[in-house]
């Protein structure tokens, strides 16, 4: 499904995991060899690697290939599920707020004892462990690209009246936050598939500017008619221009649908309400905690400062100041109008139950 052209923020095959690391870009396009958790973990924690599904897979395809080059050292099927399940609480600490890297711990550790009810052979486990992980890879592009059709269905179905619409949207959520396609950028790529996208309005996205460096680089990279702006223009943007929809993604959203995604979100949901824009998170069900029931329990990762008080390395701040610089906001479930997944768009109060029902399937 992934052609040539694609932005790929990662690169597997069996044994060997690079991504192109995002700091360096737009000025410089390089990939970075991830041999071991370890490598994965500061990748991550750097932000390398980030988006909330790409941090999943990273962090999964890492534990593929350092088991895949260490397989001579483990000599029990115990040995292994006890090195697997130490590595992905390893991995799940790199950063808190996405809960997609430990669904996905918990989906393999979920795995690791009815695989070895039916497979005793050791290196026959080792083998369908890796399979089983390899299979995030597939899986996210799947989700990507149902979330992109079933958000431009719902986004166009509500703007009969106009065939071309303008969309915002915040951070970077496309190819480079995922496997490939997108979420929230996934919707927008389809929905200029589809003939009905008229402009991609995005914002910078202080303070470490996802916008300007990533997204701003997809849509000139996928020629995507754009046009960015900085976090404090939504509201005049609002007030001026027909904006018909805002989309965004999210890195965890609870039982009753408040979302945490890049700080920001919140100050957007908030002036689409009083425009009377619709305003949808766009987020695969790995993206979905509902082990927390409201926002107030999701940790929000507080980042360096130098990530707001510089930019490539040049001080834009007197020297000295004291910042505060939280990396995501919650925005509560009565100012979003649907959560676009892989499965359909969903309204937040509807959300517990239709994933409670799916999961049971
Ligand atoms: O700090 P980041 O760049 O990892 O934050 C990313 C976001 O907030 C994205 O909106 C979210 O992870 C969804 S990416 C498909």
């Known amino acids: ?42 990748a991550i924690h750097t932000m390398s690697i980030r988006g909330a599904p790409a941090i999943a897979v990273c962090g ?6 350092e088991l895949y080059h260490s397989q001579s050292k483990f000599d029990t099927i115990a040995s292994v599920q006890q090195f697997v399940t130490d590595q992905l609480n390893y991995l799940i600490t790199s950063r808190p707020t996405a809960v997609n890297m430990t669904e996905g711990a918990q989906t393999i550790i979920d795995y690791l004892i009815p ?8 290196s026959q486990y080792i083998n369908e462990l890796i ?28 703007n009969t009246s106009h065939k071309k619409l303008n969309i915002l949207t915040h951070c970077n959520t496309g190819s480079l936050a995922t496997v490939g396609f997108g979420t929230a950028l996934g919707v927008i790529r389809q929905l200029q598939a589809n003939d009905n996208l008229e402009l991609a309005y995005f914002t910078e996205t202080r303070p470490y500017n996802q916008g300007s460096r990533l997204t701003a680089y997809e849509l000139v990279h996928d020629r995507i008619p754009h046009t960015m702006i900085c976090d404090s223009m939504a509201g005049l943007l609002m007030r001026t221009q027909p904006i ?3 989309v965004v993604g999210a890195d965890r959203v609870t039982a009753n649908g408040d979302t945490a995604n890049k700080i920001g979100t919140y100050q957007l949901a908030i002036l689409a309400k009083h425009h009377k ?16 029931k409201t926002g107030d329990e999701i940790v929000i990762e507080q980042r360096p400062s130098k990530e707001m008080t510089s930019i490539k390395g040049v001080n834009i701040a007197a020297e ?5 610089n939280p990396s995501f906001d919650i925005t509560p479930a009565n100012l979003i109008t649907g959560i676009i997944t892989e499965h359909g768009v969903f309204k937040p109060d509807e959300l517990e139950e239709k994933l409670l029902s799916l999961r049971k399937k």
Do not use: C
Not at 5 to 23: E, F, N, P, V
Not at 60 to 65: E, G, N, P, R, T
Not at 278 to 292: E, G, Q, R, V, W
Not at 320 to 324: A, D, K, L, N, S
């Open 320 to 324: 000295g100041v004291q910042v505060w």
């Open 277 to 292: 824009i619709p305003f949808y998170i766009a987020a695969p069900t790995t993206s979905i905690d509902l082990n927390k």
């Open 60 to 65: 999964v395809l890492s534990l593929a290939v």
């Open 1 to 42: 499904m992934q052609d040539d052209q694609t932005l790929k923020a990662i690169r597997y095959q069996r044994g060997s995991l690079s991504i192109l690391d995002q700091l360096k870009l737009p000025d410089q396009s390089i990939y970075i060899p991830i041999n071991s958790v370890d490598d994965a973990w500061k």
């Open 131 to 158: 399979v089983f992980m390899e299979q995030f890879l597939e899986r996210d592009l799947a989700d990507n690209h149902a979330i992109g059709q079933y958000g431009a269905k719902a986004i166009s179905e509500n």
């Open 115 to 122: 695989l070895s009810n039916k497979q005793q052979d050791l």
């Open 244 to 246: 018909h929809a805002v």
